[in-house]
């Protein structure tokens, strides 16, 4: 049974950079046939994906946050990590990251909420 | 991008009742690209169906997913307690990337 758990700051100032680190279990990340997301969640609201990166390092990203993020991949601790630079208070969301299989998303984390205020 | 528009926002039903939910691409979606999750206050969303049709591991058998192109659908036979929840459909286009609906939330009537 794959399982995915996120790591990181739950409060992170504004303008400064969040980080966090989703630990794969279960199974292999650099066994390939599959990419790696991260998705968040504002309070109350839908459901935005971020981006995603193969074990191979290549990564595809919101257009809309594409100039913030950076999604990068460590096959020896089987973890992925997100950075999202410059946040706002509208960066406030709890973000999950998940297992992409063919355009669908079967395996998440539990999700960690990320707070951005001074 | 395609966008995604889901209908109701909010569906008030009774246990036992059949309900259905509607997702509306701007654009044309492959079926094989199409999924549906159910989230529940405070817990990650679970897939339900890909491909449009298809049940994900352990999900019961009175939800059902149809639909292609433009149109899809999320059925509920017969409504369990623990069917009470938001649910999301997302599509992964053609360009990189994945785009989910605003959300149907289906409340107890």
């Known amino acids: 049974q794959v399982q995915l758990q996120e790591s990181g700051p739950g409060l992170v100032k504004p303008s400064q950079t969040l980080s966090l680190t989703c630990t794969v279990s279960g199974g292999s990340i650099s066994s390939g046939g599959y990419y790696w997301s991260w998705i968040r969640q504002h309070p109350g609201k839908g459901l935005e994906w971020i981006g995603y990166i193969y074990y191979s390092g290549s990564t595809y990203y919101n257009p809309s946050l594409k100039s913030r993020v950076t999604i990068s991949v460590d096959t020896s601790k089987n973890q992925f990590s997100l950075k999202l630079s410059s946040v706002t208070a509208a960066d406030t969301a709890v973000y999950y990251c998940a297992r992409n299989k063919g355009g669908y998303l079967d395996y998440w984390g539990q999700g960690t909420l990320v707070t951005v205020s001074s | 991008e395609i966008v995604l528009t889901q209908s109701p926002g909010t569906l008030s039903l009774s246990p036992g009742e059949r309900a259905t939910l509607s997702c509306r691409a701007s654009q044309s979606v492959s079926s094989s690209y199409l999924a549906w999750y159910q989230q529940k206050p405070g817990q990650a969303p679970r897939l339900l169906i890909y491909?449009?049709?298809s049940r994900a591991t352990g999900i019961p058998d009175r939800f059902s997913g149809s639909g292609s192109g433009t149109d899809f659908t999320l059925t509920i036979s017969r409504l369990e307690p623990e069917d009470f929840a938001v649910y999301y459909c997302q599509q992964y286009g053609s360009s990189p990337g994945l785009t989910f609906g605003g959300g149907t939330k289906v409340e107890i009537k």
């Open positions: 491909g449009a049709s």
